[in-house]
């Protein structure tokens, strides 16, 4: 309730010249106790502004209110008279009082906050190994595994996620139909035997995955041949059976044998099979490469040591080098391939301790990548042989051998201008514990990805693992994706260094609203950008009055509409619309490496019954024939990025009834929305 308000007189003081005066914006400057049962009092201060300067208006108004609750007050001026005020009360308990109001009305970006980041990669892991997420039994019908992969995109969509990593070959075995290694026991139950009907689960996954908006990363384990010892239950295509000189036993399983050149071209064949066959979105390797030491436990190349080490080599820097080799050929191949394709990688966190080298982090870490495991992940980012990296920080904020904000920070400066995701152990909220109990206090994930956002320019988005551990929400913390962080929707991140042309905007842009209904088509341009790329799916912003036209907030993005067939005319339905009210549409058209179109703009009032309006599409350049790719070197360097065509100004065109063009001028959407 509010209390009765007196009218207020304040003086006001103008020039001489008597020009016509605006309000300037309204600063509620004060919120204090009123000393009676929760009673808060407001002070607003306004001003006047002129061609001869502001004069100020001061002191406000002041008014009583019971509810402890953020307050704004709007004042309306006509001809230089404050005629009364009146309260608007926003539900942003416990937030620190102060506000700013547009006019004529406060500003809905004012009341909401700072926007969220537009562009984030959010994505969690779907771990097959041992049927961790995915599927739940082995040898389950098409039909149920479908099932079962359909929920987990679902719970990852309604978490606010746009990317999918999927483990497809997790034992030297496959989730897809291959003629270098057999089908994977964790699919079918027996490794070797082919699903039910034919099936090839990895069109299905990858499908699904892009009728959600979703980008599909094709995980691959590069190494591991086996899980375990028991030789007799691989089938006869699997690379141990057919060749058992690659591979050394290690730990109770099987391991490829990185240095020998025969294996580092199986694999990368078999990588590439994938790349070439499949519309995969990006390759992806996980942390397991030399295997993880163990008391008492000896990895045993040396004969490949002796014979495949022409330049003479200590043991450790010849191991870092027959990864690297991998890393280098591989993105090579890709690039080669598919050069919309991304590789990455997701390694240990740690990449060496301060204490052993001065390059590294102020961590405690006991297994560094580097010295550990040969993965030498710095590198490979300074040589530009992946587009991104996402270090596992799986330790919480607390851990005080490796602190997750210390680790963050190293990362921050040892990107080199890739792209950093940050794998975040999200299944450590499933486990009880005792060495990182930080991890079950439900504030630990939010914390750790407002830290990330605290790097703007060098974080580009967080992996969960795993899958399960989003879809079970453990302390609730799915649910604080979707209600608070994620709330909004973001696009993946460009990479300006594989692409940074964008598409053309669409053509035909047209809006029919009906009551409750505007429903936009539009025409995709068939005119490919100079880079041969056509868009891949369309992202369509609606603005109210009163909110800052710009399609750099996601909170204004109304849908993300993905065809399934390219070219084919686009529509998307807002059924949200509130008749009478005023809007205004932006459209843009995506390319299949995120590189957004400027957009195409239409209005509407919303006065009539039904209203028809068509936008003719900015103009953009006449592309230029592509460029073939030239062979990639082995120490690539970053592509300047390319031109951006300058956004002409939209003809609109508004028609009602048999579509009869108006005159242009600066009318109600002018001032409305802020147009010349």
């Not at 795993?466 to 909004?488: C, E, F, G, I, Q």
């Amino acid at each position: 309730m509010l209390s009765p308000i007196a009218p207020v007189k304040t003086p006001l003081t103008r020039s001489k010249t008597r020009p016509k005066p605006k309000l300037c914006p309204l600063f509620l400057q004060s919120l204090r106790n009123y000393g009676c049962e929760g009673f808060f009092a407001v002070n607003v201060e306004a001003s006047l502004a002129s061609a001869a300067g502001p004069t100020a208006a001061s002191p406000g108004p002041t008014a009583v209110t019971c509810r402890p609750v953020v307050a704004a007050c709007l004042l309306l001026m006509r001809h230089f008279i404050l005629v009364h005020c009146f309260w608007l009360a926003v539900s942003l308990l416990s937030y620190p009082i102060a506000g700013r109001a547009q006019s004529p009305a406060p500003g809905v970006n004012e009341i909401e906050g700072p926007a969220p980041p537009k562009r984030e990669l959010r994505a969690f892991w779907i771990a097959t190994v041992a049927n961790i997420d995915w599927p739940n039994q082995r040898g389950e019908a098409p039909e149920q595994y479908r099932r079962e992969y359909r929920r987990l995109l679902e719970a990852g969509q309604r978490a606010g996620l746009n990317a999918v990593f999927v483990q497809i070959r997790p034992v030297s075995d496959a989730f897809y139909k291959s003629d270098l290694e057999p089908w994977s026991k964790y699919l079918t139950g027996r490794q070797g035997k082919a699903p039910a009907d034919g099936d090839d689960p990895l069109l299905f996954l990858i499908s699904e995955a892009h009728r959600r908006g979703m980008e599909f990363h094709a995980w691959f384990n590069p190494y591991r041949a086996t899980m375990d010892t028991a030789t007799r239950s691989l089938a006869p295509l699997h690379p141990l059976k057919r060749h058992p000189e690659w591979f050394i036993r290690y730990s109770n399983q099987y391991l490829y044998n990185p240095g020998l050149p025969a294996v580092r071209n199986h694999i990368k064949r078999v990588i590439m099979d994938v790349v070439r066959r499949y519309d995969i979105d990006g390759v992806h390797f996980d942390d397991y490469f030399y295997p993880y030491p163990e008391p008492g436990k000896v990895f045993h190349d040396e004969q490949a040591f002796r014979e495949q080490n022409p330049d003479s080599l200590k043991l450790a820097d010849w191991r870092r080098q027959n990864v690297n080799t991998l890393i280098r050929d591989l993105h090579d191949s890709i690039r080669l391939a598919k050069r919309w394709v991304k590789f990455g990688i997701s390694p240990f966190g740690v990449w060496m301790n301060k204490s052993a080298d001065p390059l590294g982090s102020d961590t405690r870490a006991g297994q560094p990548s580097y010295a550990n495991l040969y993965a030498d992940s710095r590198r490979w980012l300074q040589e530009g042989w992946i587009d991104y990296i996402a270090p596992q920080l799986y330790w919480s904020t607390q851990f005080r051998l490796v602190p997750y904000a210390t680790l963050l920070e190293w990362w921050t400066r040892n990107h080199f201008d890739r792209h950093l995701y940050i794998g975040h152990g999200t299944y450590r909220m499933l486990e009880s514990t005792r060495s990182d109990t930080a991890w079950r206090v439900a504030r630990e994930l939010p914390r750790q990805i407002r830290l990330n956002r605290a790097y703007p320019n060098d974080v580009q988005g967080s992996i969960f693992f795993s899958a399960k551990s989003l879809v079970t929400n453990p302390l609730h913390t799915t649910d604080s994706l979707r209600l608070d962080l994620y709330r909004a929707p973001a696009l993946v991140p460009v990479m300006p260094w594989l692409d940074s042309l964008a598409p053309r905007p669409v053509r035909e842009l047209v809006l029919k609203r009906t009551g409750h209904t505007a429903l936009l088509t539009w025409m995709p341009d068939l005119v490919p950008a100079a880079d041969g790329d056509l868009a891949a799916y369309y992202v369509i912003y609606r603005f109210e009055r009163g909110q800052v036209m710009r399609p750099d907030d996601p909170r204004r993005i109304l849908a993300v509409v993905r065809p399934t067939v390219l070219a084919l005319p686009g529509s998307f339905a807002d059924t949200l619309a509130l008749p009478g009210a005023a809007y205004a549409y932006y459209l843009t058209a995506v390319d299949r490496l995120h590189n957004e179109s400027v957009p195409v703009r239409i209005f509407s009032e919303g006065k009539l019954p039904v209203e028809v309006l068509a936008a003719a599409p900015p103009a953009v350049a006449v592309p230029k024939p592509p460029v073939a790719a030239a062979r990639p070197v082995p120490s690539p360097v970053a592509a300047s990025p390319h031109p951006q065509p300058h956004p002409a100004e939209e003809a609109i065109v508004k028609m009602k009834g048999k579509e009869k063009a108006k005159p242009r001028r600066r009318g109600f959407f002018a001032r409305l929305f802020g147009l010349k």
